[in-house]
């Protein structure tokens, strides 16, 4: 079974709400990565977390990482139409080959 | 600055024809470099792994094979495609050797099996 399994499957906002995304995951990990994906294109890095750390900042971006409970979260805040989206987390519990999530579908409406 | 290219964008091919897509990257050396599958609205499957040329890991028993025969330059091939070979493939590299680093993705092809 996929290592990183994300929640909600989809999420549905108005612009300028927060969208918040979940993610679980089963084995230690050295770091947990979010990724973005707009439809038909590849994936792009957004932010990297290591298992040290507890919150990380990017811009509109906020991750939080409990590696108790084996899980993090992505924040972001005032959306825009622009993050209507696919966003994926990734693990490394196998170093350099990351397992990713079934992601979540964002969309953001004007 | 590092980039990735992908082709082609797009591909529809008939079944039991081959198959063969590039990936190369510029502007890094001796990179690990990754082969994807994604089903629609899934996750990515990772098939193939290398990090150095001629050295490839297989994830997956699959129809497919990857080639490493240059350091920056990564192929996907089949011999006979299959109905379920469809799906959108992408290619993706990160520094070799350094931990917590992220992978950085070209844009994929949509492989369409008729």
């Known amino acids: 079974s996929q290592q990183g399994e994300e929640d909600p499957q989809a999420l549905s906002i108005q612009e300028g709400e927060n969208a918040t995304m979940n993610c679980s995951y089963k084995t230690s990990i050295n770091n947990l990565q979010w990724y973005r994906q707009n439809s038909g294109r590849g994936l792009v890095h957004l932010i990297l977390i290591r298992s040290n750390e507890r919150e990380k900042h990017s811009g509109r971006l906020r991750v939080t990482l409990d590696t108790s409970k084996k899980s993090s979260s992505l924040l972001i805040t005032a959306s825009r139409a622009a993050d209507t989206a696919s966003y994926f987390c990734?693990?490394?519990?196998?170093?350099?080959?990351?397992?990713f999530g079934e992601g979540t579908q964002l969309t953001v409406n004007p | 600055s590092q980039t990735i290219h992908q082709w082609p964008a797009t591909l529809v091919q008939p079944v039991g024809s081959p198959l063969s897509l590039e990936c190369t990257v510029e502007?890094?050396?001796?990179?690990?470099l990754y082969w994807y599958r994604q089903a629609a609205g899934r996750g990515l499957q990772l098939l193939f792994y290398?990090?150095?040329?001629?050295?490839i890991s297989s994830e997956v028993p699959q129809n497919l094979s990857a080639s490493r025969p240059q350091d920056r330059q990564f192929i996907l091939s089949s011999k006979k495609l299959l109905l379920s070979d469809s799906g959108f493939y992408l290619c993706a590299w990160s520094k070799m050797g350094v931990s917590n680093q992220p992978q950085h993705f070209g844009d994929g092809t949509r492989l369409s099996i008729l």
């Open positions: 502007g890094t050396s001796n990179p690990n």
């Open positions: 290398s990090v150095g040329i001629g050295q």
């Open positions: 990734a693990t490394d519990a196998r170093g350099s080959r990351l397992t």
